[in-house]
């Protein structure tokens, strides 16, 4: 089999060597392409385009494949905890005994945050949004912890410092919004069980430990804990490619995450099956809307840009759904509306024409509305689970030899060259 592609330009014929993966994947190695052609690549949203070689994820859209290192996410969702999972995305392998003790000891000692650091939530506007709070609380951290992060123990410090303390000020975000007394870490709480306290603990009822929720909460954390380069991970590794700090990578990420086609999702569907139960459970209306060409509403939790089948995060979290909901003897009409619609779309012609299945969006904010999590918070909890794959997919680069800054061409498409017209001759 032929190691290269050829192109062929105005009568010549130029050869690109094809990169092979672990699973089969190939790619042309185009980055000699305008040095020996003149040429560039032209596509939008990156469809086609591979940015990095990563060992991290490997996804198949087509069979509905997840596996960090290697790991099928459905058994580290029957089997692990989000820590130890954190762990093997940022260090490659599944820790030892040891390794995961010291691990989490490290995580317990960064949980805290400087307290001049609630100051800065007391500024901003009521309705301001979870995400764009988290993101510059992110950000500020770089000022209250500005180590040098080119010493291999100063980068893990950071690291452990920002998977412990962005879980700290999400919560306090949470609490100080409803203007009750913020909760602080405990050191004898492993990090799930620490976050539910930290939220939903209270001076006047304390919170008692529920391991169906903890259980719930890891398995949540760990299908969202990576996803190859999707937007807000391409996010941090082109911020990072300026070799800015790693706070600042991540904070850039959480933007990215953020928007309704990405992150934001899991709100969104929330409110749109809110809107469907508010209109008598009409998603007939809601179907017709998605295939409008001229609508632009689309039907959120659906679709995916390499799922071309069941996203399989989303077949656990509809199982973690049902379980939860069960367990706690829950009656949510949402889920009931969240089937319905799904068995519908899944037997339109559109949606099976177009490859249309649910995401891993699509229950999961059902999961967390009966964990008791605020729908304002459901995007802050993707980015919490997001953060070890941020953080191993920024590590990868840096650590890569031939790490370069990202800087994309374009086809330029505006006037040529214009004369320039004094104000008054115009
Ligand atoms: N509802 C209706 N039509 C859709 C949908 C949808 N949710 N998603 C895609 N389509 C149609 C789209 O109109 C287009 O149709 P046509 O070819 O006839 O013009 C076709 O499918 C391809 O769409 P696209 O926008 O080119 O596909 P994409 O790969 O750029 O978009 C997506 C992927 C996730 C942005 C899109 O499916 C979408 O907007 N879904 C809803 C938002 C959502 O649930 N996002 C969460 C994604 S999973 C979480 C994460 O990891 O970010």
């Known amino acids: 089999m032929d190691n290269y592609a050829k192109i062929t330009y105005e009568g010549k014929t130029y050869k690109l060597p094809v990169v092979k993966g672990s699973e089969g994947e190939k790619a042309i190695d185009i980055s000699t392409l305008r040095q020996k052609t003149g040429l560039i690549t032209l596509d939008p949203g990156f469809a086609n385009t591979g940015s990095c070689i990563s060992s991290i994820t490997f996804m198949s859209g087509e069979k509905g494949i997840l596996r960090y290192r290697g ?62 709070i988290l993101s510059s609380m992110v950000n500020a951290l770089r000022s209250f912890y500005p180590e040098l992060q080119t010493v291999e123990e100063e980068i893990n410090k950071t690291v452990t410092r920002l998977l412990s303390k962005t879980r700290t000020l999400a919560a306090m975000s949470y609490k100080i919004s409803r203007g009750h007394k913020v909760i602080y870490p405990r050191t004898d709480l492993p990090y799930c069980a620490n976050f539910l ?106 679709g995916h840009r390499v799922y071309k089948t069941y996203d399989p995060r989303a077949k656990i979290m509809k199982k973690m759904c049902d379980k939860v909901l069960k367990k706690l003897k829950i009656n949510d009409p ?35 509305r009966a964990m008791g999590i605020p729908t304002k918070m459901f995007t802050v909890m993707f980015a919490i689970g997001r953060l070890p794959g941020w953080i191993a997919q920024w590590k990868e680069s840096a ?3 031939k790490w370069r800054l990202s800087r994309p061409r374009q086809i330029y498409t505006g006037p040529t060259k214009t004369k320039y017209i004094p104000i008054d001759e115009r």
Not at 226 to 231: L, M, S
Not at 272 to 297: C, E, H, Q, R
Not at 341 to 362: C, G, K, Q, S, T
């Open 197 to 302: 306290n930290m939220m939903f603990d209270s001076p006047v009822k304390p919170y008692r430990i529920n391991r169906d929720m903890v259980k719930a909460l890891n398995v949540f954390w760990i299908l969202h804990a990576d996803h190859e380069q999707n937007c807000s991970t391409s996010a941090v590794r082109v911020v990072g490619s300026g070799r800015v700090n790693l706070y600042a990578a991540i904070s850039a990420g959480i933007a990215a995450l953020w928007g309704p086609l990405h992150g934001g999702a899991n709100q969104a569907v929330i409110e749109m099956l809110s809107d469907i139960a508010k209109n008598g459970g009409d998603i007939d209306t809601v179907i017709k809307k998605a295939k409008d060409k001229n609508d632009p509403f689309r039907l959120m939790g659906f």
């Open 334 to 368: 949402l889920l009931d509306i969240a089937k319905k619609l799904e068995e519908i779309a899944l037997n339109d012609n559109y949606f099976i024409d177009h490859n249309l299945y649910p995401n891993v969006d699509f229950y999961s904010g059902i999961l967390l």
């Open 399 to 401: 650590d890569d030899p």
């Open 71 to 132: 790991i099928p996410v459905e058994e580290l969702a029957r089997h692990s905890t989000f820590t130890e999972t954190a762990y093997l995305l940022i260090n490659g392998v599944l820790p030892t005994r040891n390794e995961l003790n010291r691990f989490s000891v490290l995580l317990n000692d960064n949980s805290l945050v400087h307290e001049d650091m609630q100051i800065f939530y007391q500024n901003f506007p009521r309705a301001s949004h979870p995400m764009g």
